[in-house]
Each structure stands twice: as C-alpha cells, then as structure tokens.
C-alpha cells in the first residue's frame, strides 16, 4: 500500500484529497495544526491516521515525518496543501502579516518537502505542492499571499529540478476560487460575483474538483511529468483578456 502525507488535511481541499487517496487504496497520514478537527475527521477515513503539526515549525515537521515513518515505512507522496490567506493593502500588511502567510505557505511547504526526501527516494515519489492563481496573476491586497504562492511555485521548478535524478518528481496545483472556510473568509460577496464574471466556467471549483487533479499528479498515471504547473481554475488563468463585456451573451 502506498502512503501519502496530506497537511492541512482537517478540511477543505485537504481532507477531500485525504478521501480521494483513501478512496484509491492509499494510506494517508493526514497532517493538521488542528488537532481537534483532525481527530473528528480522520477516523472516519479508511486507512487515514492524524497527525496533528504545525508545519511552519521546523523542530514539529521532523517529528511529523519520523511519527508518519513509524505508521508506515515509506512515503511516496507528500501533498502540500496548508494554508493561509491574509487580503490587505501594501501599506497596511506590517512584517508579522507577512511572516505569517510566508510561514505556513512557504516555509511549510519547504520544510515538510525537505524532511521527507530521504524516504521519497526509497521508491521514487512525488511531491504536489498547492499555490493559487494569486501565485500566477498578480491582484490587489494579495501582495504577502499571492507573492507566497508565486513563491511556492518556484520552489516546484526548484524541486523538480533537483530531484529527478533521484526518481522524485514535483508538480504544483494552482486552484482557482473553491468556497472553502479559507476562501469565505477573504471573498465578499462582490469579489464572488467578480470571480463568476472573470472565469469562463462561471463558477467557483469543488473541493473534489482539486482533489481529483492532485491525486492524479501524486500517482503513477503522471510518471513523466514533473516541474509543471496545472491551473485547476475553470479558465481563470487562461484567458487574458477574457473580459466579460466581450462575451456573445455577457448575461
Ligand atoms: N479555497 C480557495 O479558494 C483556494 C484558492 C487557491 C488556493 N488555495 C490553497 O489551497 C490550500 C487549501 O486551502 P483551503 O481553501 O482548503 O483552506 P482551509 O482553510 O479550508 O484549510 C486549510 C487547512 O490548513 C490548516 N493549516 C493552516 N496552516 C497550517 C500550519 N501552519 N500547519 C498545519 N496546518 C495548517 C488549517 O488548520 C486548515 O485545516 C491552501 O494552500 C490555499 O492557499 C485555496
């Protein structure tokens, strides 16, 4: 059985792709800073075993990696999906704003990549790192998240890069809007309406809808691909001058 780690794993994005490994036979150690949450969900998933872990703490992620090694013996996959999001104006985004969204965002996602490499290069695995279309297009209040995501995409090339040689392959999923307790915090009800203008599929995406291109990333069907970023954004990213006035029927 192959195992995968998914952080930010209590809900949202993450735990749909906890259930979708599940789902495909895979063990999956499930990795949260939410230790109550985690332990609600995590038992009703086949297979799945919490780990509750802050990743933006370096001394947590080399615990949590010997803790999932201890379960299971090998890691194939490691999905970095935990996230933050903080919308502000330049001005008002003062250094401990910023250091939070790079802490979990980008630090996380390095951490927990690096601490796992070892037993990546036992089988030769895979790592699946989650930015967003802010990391793809640049937009108001976004400069700490959007920077943090343009950031984590690198990081993929950067991986991808070094890794290969070793059979590890590194990928990154850019979601679009999903209506997820992340994303319902920082979206009013106009940036909704903005969104469903701005995107050809004219609606948001589904928890399961990103779950489904990650898992697919992690697994053997995606062996040669590797260093790639994958907009999972209903067109979002795609359309440039997609202008909703330009549209044969803008209603
Ligand atoms: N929802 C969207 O619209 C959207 C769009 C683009 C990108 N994303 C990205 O997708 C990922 C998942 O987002 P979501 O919408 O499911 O968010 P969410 O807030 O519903 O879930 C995120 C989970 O990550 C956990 N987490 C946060 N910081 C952590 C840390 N330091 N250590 C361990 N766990 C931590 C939270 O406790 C939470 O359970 C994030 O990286 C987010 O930036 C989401």
Redesign the pocket.
Known sequence: MKTAIV??A?????LATARLFAQQGWQVAM????CA?LEKVAPGIDHAFAVC????QADQVEVMVRTVLEHCKTIDAVVN?????DFGPIEQTDFDRWRTVMA??LD?TFLVSQACIPALKHRGGAIVN?A???GLRASTLRVAYGTSKAAVIHLTRQQAAELGEYGIRANCIA????R????MAVHSPQIIAAYHDAIPLNRYGTEQELAEAIVFLAGDKASYITGQVLAVDGGFESTGVGLPALRADPA
């Open positions: 952080t930010g209590a809900r949202g994005i993450g990795v949260d800073r939410d949450e872990c802050d990743i933006s999906n935990a996230g933050v999001a979990t965002n996380g989650i967003s279309i802010s979601p679009g809007p999903v997820t307790k992340l994303a």
